[in-house]
Structure formats: structure tokens, C-alpha cells
């Protein structure tokens, strides 16, 4: 079977046109806990904002489909689909193009995060429901990957880190090169530009929609922070260092936007909370970011909103998500437009 890359396939940038977003209803009791009521408001918000910019289907178990349609409003289209959990970019499709716009899709292995959670089974097998469900040509992919463990320019190149996708829990012996030809074949990608880690305490193990993303080709965002007694500093330096180093596939260096940090929130355990101004979603027209209720909320939308002077940026809040551990990029993933789409090159 031939690969996606080899049939013309890329996987678009976010800030392309979008037929849809796809989200998925907060379930899983265990990790929720008493705040799975507040979650599933906070996903909720989410949604409903979304469905302002372009259309939302929200997947949920059939036992939870008169809830989420009524918390999520008339706005926005309710699925009934088995699922264990409810982070849609991790366990929905990863969708592709060619050059006239046509649809498929790559259904990555699943394994529960590296086996940080059992059950899921439903989760796993996701990607293929919604994929057929679309009615897009399927690739089954070799390799586990969650869909926050990447980020595409859209033009041929790619951001992830090492300590996600070389991950020994997810992709046991598989090699960096290795790596990066899975990629290359399946996103339709030429360049790889690759982060040492992610985020403190992290669950995921190092998704890069947690730390950095692309803006627009040759511009990324990502976090920083002075406080040299944050754990996250020397990790967080390096990532600017090694993007600053960076070319594009188009040997462009990049021009690269710092975000601020926000306080160092924890669980009740003592875990850190990824609290992340780079986890947000590029909606058709929108930018829909978190907001934590602290003073650095006011700078990440400025900053966003001079980022994205043709978007409207909205900012809500996403405490009640985090808490789960991921944010508002974390739980929602982008079905791309049909139609012409924009000349991907790949170098």
C-alpha cells in the first residue's frame, strides 16, 4: 500500500479551512472525579464558542447524549460513539489532503498515553469510527502517536519532541530516523524540527501542543519563562534554542514569539498543571485560547491577538480542563475543508 506522502497527501495547517471540529464528552470518572461536572461545562463553553466560527460535533457515549446536548446547545451537533475518554486530538484522526482538497486520514496506534491509563479500547478504535463515519480513505499507521505530540506549518515541516515520540512506553526500539521517516511518509512533511522535552510533569511524556506551535509558516510561539527556579526554565530555554537554530523546509530561520508562563498551579497529589498559553485552537476566522484566572491571562491575549490580527481571539476559561491534564488544543482536532487547498511544498 502506498503512503499517504507518495499518493500527495499533507496534513494542512490549523489555520486552513475547516469543514468541522471534533470534540469528545468528559467520561471517565477516574480521572475527573468531582470535577467531572465542572469539566463537562468547561468543555462545554468550549464548543459552543468554537460552533460560533464553524460547525462541532461532539462524540459521546449513548448514555450522555441528552446531557451533552443540552450543556452544548443547538449550535452544535451531538454523536453517539463509544469512547473512554475525552481528548479528541490525541485519539481522533489526523486528517490529510492533496492538492484538489480531497479527504483521508491517518489512524495512528493508541495505547492509553503509553499506558498511563488502561481501558481504552474505545479510544483506541475511534479514529477509525470517525474516519468512516466522514467517508475518507483510511492509513493505518505503524507507529503510536497522539495528535498533541505534532504541529505543522502547512508548508513541509514539523515540530515534536524526542521525549514523546521516542517515548520506550509508546514506540519500544523505534530510532529517531525511524521516527522521522513515519512522519515524512504519513504528513506529507519534509523537515522535522525536534524539541528535547516538554512541559513539567506532563502526563503525556512531552506533546508539543503543550510548549510551542506554529502561528504561520517561519513564525512559532512558544513558552518561556525567567524564573530560573521553575523547572520548566532549562527546558524551556533549550526549546528556544534549538528553534532559533531551526530552518523550515523552506531553510527559512524562524521568527519565534515568546508566551508567558502563568504561576505554578499543582493537583491535589502535588503534580504540576500544565497551564499553557500555547494550547489553544485556530478556529475558520477565530482563535479560541485558555484563560486561568491569573494576571498573565491579560498579556498571552494580547499577545495572541497581535499574532492573529485577522482572527477574532477569545479567551475562556479552562481550569476545569487542565485539571484533567490537557487543554483546549488537547481536546478538540480539525477536519479540514473540502476543495482546492493552498500548494503544499514539501523539501
Not at 501542543?209 to 521553575?230: H, K, M, N, S, Y
Not at 492573529?308 to 481550569?319: E, G, N
Amino acid at each position: 500500500m502506498t503512503t499517504p506522502s507518495a499518493a500527495g497527501l499533507v496534513m494542512p495547517a490549523e489555520w486552513e479551512r475547516h469543514a468541522r471540529c471534533w470534540m469528545a464528552w468528559p467520561c471517565r470518572l477516574d480521572l475527573w472525579g468531582d470535577g467531572l461536572d465542572a469539566a463537562r461545562s468547561a468543555y462545554a463553553e468550549v464548543a459552543r464558542t468554537i460552533a460560533e466560527f464553524e460547525p462541532v460535533t461532539m462524540v459521546c457515549n449513548p448514555a450522555d447524549v441528552a446531557e451533552a446536548s443540552l450543556a452544548s446547545g443547538a449550535g452544535v451537533d451531538v454523536m453517539s460513539m463509544p469512547i473512554d475518554d475525552s481528548w479528541m486530538r490525541d485519539t481522533g484522526p489526523t486528517f490529510v489532503v492533496d492538492h484538489e482538497g480531497a479527504l483521508a486520514a491517518i489512524d495512528w496506534r493508541f495505547n492509553g498515553w503509553g499506558n498511563l491509563y488502561g481501558d481504552y479500547e474505545n479510544d483506541a478504535d475511534l479514529a477509525r469510527r470517525i474516519i468512516e463515519h466522514v467517508g475518507a480513505w483510511r492509513y493505518d499507521a505503524p507507529v503510536v502517536l497522539e495528535g498533541g505530540a505534532i504541529d505543522v506549518d502547512g508548508e513541509g515541516t514539523l515540530l515534536t519532541t524526542e521525549q514523546c515520540l521516542l517515548d520506550p512506553n509508546r514506540n519500544p526500539g523505534v530510532s529517531r530516523s525511524e521516527m522521522e521517516r513515519h512522519l515524512k511518509d504519513h504528513l506529507g512533511v519534509g523537515t522535522v524540527i525536534w524539541l528535547d522535552r516538554g512541559y513539567e510533569d506532563d502526563e503525556t511524556a512531552g506533546h508539543i501542543d503543550e510548549i510551542a506551535c506554529f502561528a504561520r509558516p517561519g513564525v512559532v510561539l512558544a513558552l518561556a519563562t525567567d524564573d530560573r527556579q521553575d523547572g520548566n526554565h532549562p527546558v524551556f530555554q533549550d526549546n528556544l534554542a534549538r528553534l532559533r537554530d531551526a530552518r523550515d523546509a523552506h531553510g527559512r530561520r524562524l521568527e519565534v514569539i515568546e508566551l508567558p508562563l502563568p504561576k505554578r498551579r499543582d493537583n491535589a497529589d502535588g503534580r504540576r498543571i500544565t497551564l499553557s498559553y500555547a494550547n489553544f485552537y485556530i478556529a475558520n476566522g477565530g482563535v479560541v485560547m485558555p484563560g486561568f484566572e491569573v494576571a498573565a491571562d491579560d498579556r498571552a491575549f494580547k499577545i495572541l491577538r497581535d499574532v492573529f490580527p485577522d482572527r477574532r481571539v477569545i479567551q475562556v476559561a479552562a481550569s476545569d480542563i487542565v485539571v484533567g491534564g490537557g487543554g483546549i488544543h488537547c481536546i478538540t482536532q480539525q477536519q479540514p475543508a473540502p476543495g482546492p487547498a493552498a500548494d503544499h511544498d514539501v523539501q
